[in-house]
């Protein structure tokens, strides 16, 4: 059992920064590949970013990819989303989610972070 939780998220203009944080319990995160998605009002949620177990791999949806870094650090089971040129359109709530498989899809992902608002004014 693995238990997320997020953290980071906010109010910021266009073009600012954010960096969202998600902390994970136990002591088996480096064996979960991570994940980042978003749901913004009145849509499904969207693939953002993913990280593999190590770090070694990282993939990104075409809509974010130039302008946010996923990172983790194992030794402190914590995984990072570093969104940098924010637009107005990236106004969503962000879920981190941890799975045993490198993936964009959702379906592979058991366990999910509560979410943490971010919101991008023009």
């Known amino acids: 059992q693995v238990q997320l939780v997020g953290s980071g998220g906010g109010l910021v203009r266009a073009g600012g920064s954010l960096r969202l944080s998600c902390a994970a319990s136990?002591?088996?995160?480096?064996?979960?590949?991570m994940g980042w998605f978003r749901q913004a009002p009145g849509k499904e949620r969207e693939f953002v970013g993913a990280?593999?177990?190590?770090?070694?791999?990282?993939s990104y949806a075409d809509s974010v990819k130039g302008r946010f870094t996923v990172s983790r650090d194992n030794a402190k089971n914590t995984v990072y989303l570093q969104m940098n040129s924010l637009k107005p359109e990236d106004t969503a709530v962000y879920y981190c989610?941890?799975?045993?498989?490198?993936?964009?899809?959702?379906?592979?992902?058991?366990?999910w972070g509560q979410g943490t608002q971010v919101t991008v004014s023009s």
């Open positions: 990280i593999s177990r190590y770090g070694d791999r990282t």
């Open positions: 989610a941890a799975g045993p498989i490198y993936s964009s899809s959702t379906m592979s992902y058991v366990y």
């Open positions: 136990g002591r088996t995160f480096s064996t979960y590949a």
